[in-house]
Every structure is written in C-alpha cells, then in structure tokens.
C-alpha cells in the first residue's frame, strides 16, 4: 500500500512540476518579447498562469513530501522522468503543438525502459532514520562537486558551462530529496512545531535554493538541450546512491538484475537525450500561435 502511495504521489509530482513549466513559459512569452528585467517581472507577477504555475510548482514540492514518505528516494525520484512524458502530453493538448513522431517514440520507449529498471531493481525502504553526522559526507560531497562545476562554468562553450551547471543541480536536488524525506517524516512524527525546530526544514530551504541558482544558470548560459538530459538523467542516479548510503535502501543486485537494470537506464538515458532534441521550442511555437 506505501508503495503504491509512493507511485501515486511520485507520478503527481511529476504532473505537476510539467504544468507548472509550461504554465510559467506560456505566461513568460506571451506579452511583448521586448520587456526585460523588472518591466518583465512586473508583467508576470499579475499574469495569472505565472501564478498557477507558482500553485503548481507547490503541489510539487507536496506530493513529492508525500512520495518520499511513504517510498524509497530510489523508487520516487526515478520516477520524475515521466515529467518530461507528461510534458508532451501538456504540449499537445494545451500548446496544441505538432510533435513528431521520434518524439511520441522516444517518451514511449523511456516509459517502458523505466519500468523495467524499477522493477528489476525492486527498491525497498528500510527502517534506518539516518542522523545530522550521516548527512556530513554526501554533504561535503555534493558541495565539492558544485564548487568544482562552478569553477569550470567559468568559462569554454555555453554547452560546456551548461553541463557543468546541470551537473551541479541534479546533485542539490538529489540532496534536496533526502532533506524533503526527513522534513515529510519528521512532520508526521512530530507535527508542525517540531518541524519548525529540526534542521532538516533549513538544510531543505539552503540546499533548494542553491539548486533553483545553478538551475537558472545552466538555463542561461547554453542550449536546455544539453542541461535538461543531464539533469534528468543525474538526478535520479545520484538520488539512488544517497537513498541507499543515507537510508539504507535495498536493491536487488544479483548479477542478472544488475545486468538488465544497467540496461534499461542507458535506454532511459538515450530516450531522454532524444526526447529533448526533438521536441519543437515552446517559445517559438507559441511565437507563431
């Protein structure tokens, strides 16, 4: 049953982080392309699918408290790649965008693959409730590799320097999955003055707010076709190294599962990368609309 409420929630998360995307994008381009800077947030903060997909963005950031309560980091977080899935859908039905083919092919294809990763790997929960000292090494960890990505986003090719930052986001948020588990678990446990009190709500805050500025940056500096599959694609990796190290979560690993999972999540990967290149750019469609 916890599981299931764990894939539930997982797939509303991933719903609604599409619609709020695409929300916000649809609300960012459709006044004058010339607007900048304040002119442009003074025009989006009375625009009102801006402020939906602000609504989205918390039902977010809810059902995924929700997800990882009740589920592994290593079953929810993989999950997450259906939001690109979705995304199409939402592109298709809202956008009224034509999406080719490869497109609709490729989402078909890390569908399929993803279920077959998780379910050859069958993630469990265990009861482990991991410490303040525990988090101490993926901590130092992760901001080793953030101050190193940075560094090297300096400078080179806007792809290398959006690679670099999308590396850096998809391990704060991996991190930040673990703080948004034991901010969910210590809310049921203790209610919303313990949280209040406890760490782990101020670690999830810094480390989410991190990850939003590395995020920005990655989008800014080069091609969402380069950032995005890493992000995607590291998030989930790195959130299961952390779900097992940190909560001692339990996968299956005998030689053969080994074998079949390590090859779903490379066509998971290759489905990503294709799905990102062949969708049409948002801006533009709703440009011509």
């Known amino acids: 049953m916890q599981s299931a409420l764990a894939v539930a929630f997982a797939l509303a998360t991933a719903l609604a982080n599409a619609f709020a995307l695409a929300?916000?994008?649809a609300a960012s381009v459709s006044g004058d392309?010339?607007?900048?800077?304040?002119?442009?947030?003074?025009?989006?903060?009375r625009h009102p699918l801006w402020l939906l997909g602000w609504i989205g963005m918390g039902a977010s950031l809810l059902c995924q408290a929700i997800a990882l309560h009740y589920g592994p980091l290593a079953l929810v977080q993989?999950?997450?790649?259906?939001?690109?899935?979705?995304?199409?859908?939402i592109r298709k039905l809202w956008l009224h965008q034509e999406l080719r083919r490869m497109a609709w092919a490729s989402a078909s294809v890390t569908t399929l693959a993803l279920v077959v990763f998780l379910v050859t790997t069958n993630p469990r929960a265990s009861t482990w409730q991991p410490t303040l000292r525990d988090w101490t090494g993926p901590g130092i960890v992760v901001a080793v590799l953030?101050?190193?990505?940075?560094?090297?986003?300096?400078r080179g090719s806007p792809a290398r320097r959006a690679g670099a930052y999308a590396g850096a986001t998809a391990a704060l948020w991996a991190l930040e999955a673990t703080f948004i588990k034991a901010t969910a678990d210590v809310l049921v446990a203790g209610g919303i003055s313990t949280m209040l009190t406890s760490w782990p709500l101020y670690a999830l805050?810094?480390?989410?707010?991190?990850?939003?500025?590395?995020?920005?940056?990655?989008?800014?500096?080069g091609p969402l076709k380069i950032s995005q599959p890493i992000i995607v694609i590291v998030d989930p990796l790195a959130s299961i190294v952390l779900g097992v190290s940190l909560y001692?979560?339990?996968?299956?690993?005998?030689p053969l599962s080994s074998a079949f999972a390590?090859?779903?999540?490379?066509v998971v990967a290759?489905?990503?990368v294709v799905m990102t290149r062949t969708v049409p750019d948002t801006a533009h469609a709703l440009h011509r609309r």
Not at 149 to 154: F, G, L, M, T
Not at 248 to 254: A, D, F, K, P, W
Request: aromatic residues 4%; hydrophobic residues 60%; contains cysteine.
């Open 23 to 25: 929300s916000q994008h």
């Open 78 to 89: 993989p999950l997450l790649v259906t939001e690109l899935v979705l995304a199409l859908v």
């Open 248 to 254: 001692h979560e339990r996968l299956v690993t005998s």
């Open 205 to 221: 805050i810094g480390c989410g707010a991190v990850g939003l500025l590395t995020e920005q940056a990655a989008l800014h500096v």
């Open 262 to 266: 390590g090859m779903a999540f490379v």
């Open 33 to 45: 392309p010339s607007r900048r800077g304040w002119a442009l947030l003074a025009y989006l903060v």
């Open 146 to 154: 953030v101050a190193i990505a940075s560094v090297v986003a300096r």
């Open 270 to 272: 290759v489905g990503v």
